[in-house]
């Protein structure tokens, strides 16, 4: 019987959510390695989760964030970030999928250290905003995807986020759709910077 999503209950955004279900169809059988940076309270991350369970599929999901918020409006305010219990609220929330999930408790860029170039079937890119944090997540992430792998990220349409995927994934060489882009790494980049 497939598991119900409940990634609704939980407070945070997921605008991902046919990128999510595309990367799961078309995984491998045997083995595929997901990565999603940027977690939060881990709606999306739950999402994917629940989505890799009704697969019955061999992917790895590991998350990735310090989960101690950001300078960013929605964080300043959170009574999680405030209390200093955002990754007990995270673990709490993604309790029913616990298995399907591995908390990486880092930066982005000590996290893609961990993986070897090539080894990475997904990774979807939701953490820092700024213009240079997210060059520095697509450059740090990119060498990690394999040859038929994709690269994606949320909130194209702030201006630091669309700059710095335009600059080094090269605009025209991926696909926008709604809040979300998508990088097939297949199709070859015009250079990363």
């Not at 999503?5 to 799961?24: A, D, P, R, S």
């Not at 949320?154 to 979300?180: L, P």
């Amino acid at each position: 019987m497939a598991m119900k999503h409940f990634y609704t209950k939980i407070h945070g955004w997921c605008y991902c959510q046919e990128l999510y279900e595309e990367m799961v169809e078309a995984a491998p059988q045997n083995g595929a390695m997901f990565v999603e940076v940027g977690a939060w309270k881990g709606k999306s991350a739950a999402f994917m989760a629940v989505t890799i369970a009704n697969s019955d599929k061999d992917i790895t999901f590991s998350t990735v964030d310090t989960w101690l918020g950001s300078d960013e409006r929605a964080h300043k305010k959170d009574t999680d970030i405030l209390a200093g219990t955002l990754y007990e609220t995270f673990l709490s929330n993604i309790e029913p999928v616990a298995l399907y999930i591995n908390p990486m408790r880092m930066t982005s860029l000590e996290a893609s250290r961990r993986f070897s170039d090539g080894e990475l079937d997904f990774v979807f890119i939701d953490a820092s905003h700024k213009y240079t944090d997210v060059c520095d997540d697509i450059n740090a992430w990119l060498p990690k995807i394999n040859e038929s792998g994709t690269l994606g990220g949320d909130d194209i349409g702030w201006s630091g986020v669309k700059r710095a995927v335009d600059e080094t994934i090269g605009e025209g060489n991926y696909q926008i759709h709604g809040r979300y882009w998508q990088f097939k790494k297949e199709t070859g980049t015009k250079g990363i910077h």
